[in-house]
């Protein structure tokens, strides 16, 4: 097969995958004004923009089945069409209802992953998968389109108009694939092994343990995403365009890292790089979750007024590296899910990003209801501190069990009468 076909495929079904991306994250930037037109509260504001996540991350399973049991280019092609009416429907949006409902059914968008994923895989071999998935999920960058001219669209034409301009770009981009996207490989078949049927991997606890892993590198960047316009406008008091200009680097470095994160995965293995990534985000989450504290100490001869707090350019800063950390972590995911199952990574692929994907559906709620019962917006980096400690213990175990397992194999295989030092 050509390197020509293979890259052409690549960067067509990346641009692709960027398109739905785009449209799946389109109430991150939808809802401040909607916020302020409709005088939303924060739990109603965390459902609006977790409503698109949950159908995304359901449809990702079934989205992993058929990938792999049918042709992933017009599967793609068919996803693209079926996320048409809803852009158009949002020029009718009247109520808050309205706009929930319709939000399930944008985030079919979000199974676009899974088929762009499998159709990725049949072109690269398996040397250079993690690179080639790296740059593939480079696509997240979509949702710095979205931050960059919702706004300008909203401000020029109403927010009304952002649902049909959409309509029209994604169309563009379906029909751009479906005529120069290349077929897949001619030797690669339809079948998949059968060996691991789809319910079957729900049995696997590899499968959970790396549906966790991506649940923090994928599932609370996209909930961050959602959180930091909201996060920005309320912490710090910036105008709606400083907090979107802070979110759209913090997204765009974290999806172009990707691509570097999955030559990494190639070159020192996907768990060495998740691990190192876990670290990092653990460093960064402890600064990012401190309340800000004022406190007396009483002195000898007169009191000390501190005020400790994270400024909004110590915060953006240590966000980012969390960004980056996590492109890393998202490609290194799919390294090790390749590695596991090779011959199932539409159904594999499509469990472990649903678990991933939940994440932008729980966590947004989670961080409103944090806030709501603590009462400070830090609270939500708590939350993920958490999270991230849950998913170090449970890799860390699981080192220990493969360690064990393997000298177990070793001792039962040694047999000392046949040793000939003896």
């Not at 939500?380 to 194999?409: P, T, W």
């Amino acid at each position: 097969m050509s390197e020509k076909i293979a890259q052409r495929a690549l960067i067509l079904a990346t641009f692709s995958f960027a398109a739905n991306f785009s449209v799946w994250t389109l109430y991150a930037a939808l809802v401040i004004p909607i916020t302020a037109l409709w005088h939303l509260n924060v739990l109603e504001v965390a459902g609006l923009l977790s409503a698109p996540m949950l159908s995304g991350a359901l449809s990702r399973i079934p989205a992993g089945i058929v990938a792999d049991k049918g042709n992933p280019k017009i599967l793609f092609v068919c996803q693209m069409l079926i996320c048409l009416p809803p852009l158009g429907l949002l020029f009718f949006i009247e109520n808050y209802s309205q706009l929930l409902l319709l939000g399930f059914w944008l985030g079919l968008s979000g199974s676009a992953f899974v088929f762009g994923n499998r159709y990725v895989n049949d072109f690269f071999p398996r040397n250079r998968q993690g690179t080639a998935m790296g740059v593939f999920g480079v696509g997240n960058a979509g949702a710095a389109i979205t931050l960059v001219i919702v706004p300008i669209l909203q401000e020029n034409f109403g927010w009304h108009s952002v649902g049909p301009i959409y309509l029209l770009g994604l169309l563009f981009v379906a029909l751009l694939f479906l005529f120069f996207a290349p077929n897949r490989p001619s030797h690669v078949t339809d079948k998949a092994v059968q060996s691991l049927c789809w319910y079957g991997l729900f049995k696997e606890s590899q499968i959970w343990r790396l549906g966790l892993y991506y649940y923090f590198v994928f599932g609370s960047f996209l909930a961050l995403l959602l959180w930091l316009p909201y996060y920005y406008t309320q912490a710090y008091q910036l105008p709606l365009p400083q907090a979107m200009a802070f979110t759209l680097f913090f997204v765009t470095t974290s999806s172009v890292v990707r691509a570097l994160g999955g030559w990494f995965a190639d070159k020192y293995g996907g768990r060495s790089v998740n691990w190192s990534v876990f670290w990092v985000c653990l460093v960064c989450l402890f600064f990012l979750s401190y309340p800000p504290t004022s406190m007396t100490i009483h002195g000898v001869k007169h009191d000390v007024h501190l005020d400790i707090a994270i400024n909004v350019w110590v915060f953006s800063v240590l966000i980012c590296v969390i960004g980056l950390a996590q492109g890393f972590g998202r490609a290194s995911v799919f390294k090790m899910i390749h590695e596991y199952y090779p011959d199932n990574m539409g159904r594999a692929g499509g469990i472990v990003s649903a678990i991933g994907a939940l994440g932008g559906f729980t966590l947004p709620i989670l961080f409103g209801m944090a806030v709501d019962f603590l009462g400070f917006y830090s609270a939500s980096f708590m939350l993920l501190y958490g999270v991230l400690a849950i998913c170090m213990m449970a890799m860390y175990f699981a080192i220990r069990a493969e360690r064990y397992h393997r000298k177990l194999q070793e001792a039962a295989s040694y047999n000392f009468l046949e040793d000939d030092d003896l």
